[in-house]
T-cell receptor, first 113, second 110 residues
Framework: DADVTQTPRNRITKTGKRIMLECSQT?????MYWYRQDPGLGLRLIYY???????NKGEISDGYSVSRQAQAKFSLSLESAIPNQTALYFC????????????FGSGTRLTVV | QQPVQSPQAVILREGEDAVINCSSS?????VHWYRQKHGEAPVFLMI?????EQKGHEKISASFNEKKQQSSLYLTASQLSYSGTYFC???????????FGEGTQLTVNP
């Protein structure tokens, strides 16, 4: 099994719908992150969490919310999806043992029509 | 602020060398390097901490020039498997979240 698992892998949804992307990890890492990737723009940070009680906004948090249900689970919600939220979304974890190097999940490709 | 990577793209023949640069206008604590193959997740390559020590393996290594706030990734005697997009990610303090560059697309042809 993968260390960081994202579900779903692919999702098509309609404008205005609420959608949740889920991330779970078996690495025991405290730190978890949500990034979105758009062609030519690299990876941009949406939200991050350094432990269960800690949630922080990233550079592009508008239109998104998160929930850290447990150390192993970190979910990203789009309250009312819009077409410019079409992107590839990555969850990642990190820990001190590798200098806080990230382990990424396989990604969720989201299309908003 | 996002670090700036150069070049944006590079095409090599197998066996050639390449250098990818990552520059920041802010004082950095660390620079990370990742490689992403098409349709896959980015994979961690290495981390450079301020202090300028060069790290890596024989054919893929990196350095961090603290005075210039610039890191360079060196790919020596490139192989077909090196193809992908390379991202640098920077942090300003120990353990803080990363800000990524826009990526450098590397293509290695036979």
């Amino acid at each position: 099994d993968a260390d960081v698992t994202q579900t779903p892998r692919n999702r098509i949804t309609k404008t205005g719908k609420r959608i949740m992307l889920e991330c779970s990890q078996t690495k025991g890492h405290d730190r978890m992150y949500w990034y979105r990737q758009d062609p030519g723009l690299g990876l941009r940070l949406i939200y991050y969490s350094f432990d269960v009680k800690d949630i922080n906004k990233g550079e592009i948090s508008d239109g998104y919310s998160v929930s850290r249900q447990a150390q192993a689970k970190f979910s990203l919600s789009l309250e009312s999806a819009i077409p410019n939220q079409t992107a590839l979304y990555f969850c990642a974890t990190s820990a001190p043992d590798r200098g806080y190097g990230y382990t990424f999940g396989s990604g969720t490709r989201l299309t908003v029509v | 602020q996002q670090p700036v990577q150069s070049p944006q793209a590079v095409i090599l023949r197998e066996g050639e060398d390449a250098v990818i640069n990552c520059s920041s206008s802010k004082a950095l604590y660390s620079v990370h390097w990742y490689r992403q193959k098409h349709g896959e997740a980015p994979v961690f390559l290495m981390i450079l901490l301020k202090g300028g020590e060069q790290k890596g393996h024989e054919k893929i290594s990196a350095s961090f020039n603290e005075k210039k706030q610039q890191s360079s990734l060196y790919l020596t005697a490139s192989q077909l498997s090196y193809s992908g997009t390379y991202f640098c990610g920077s942090s300003e303090t120990s353990g803080s979240r990363l800000t990524f560059g826009e990526g450098t697309q590397l293509t290695v042809n036979p």
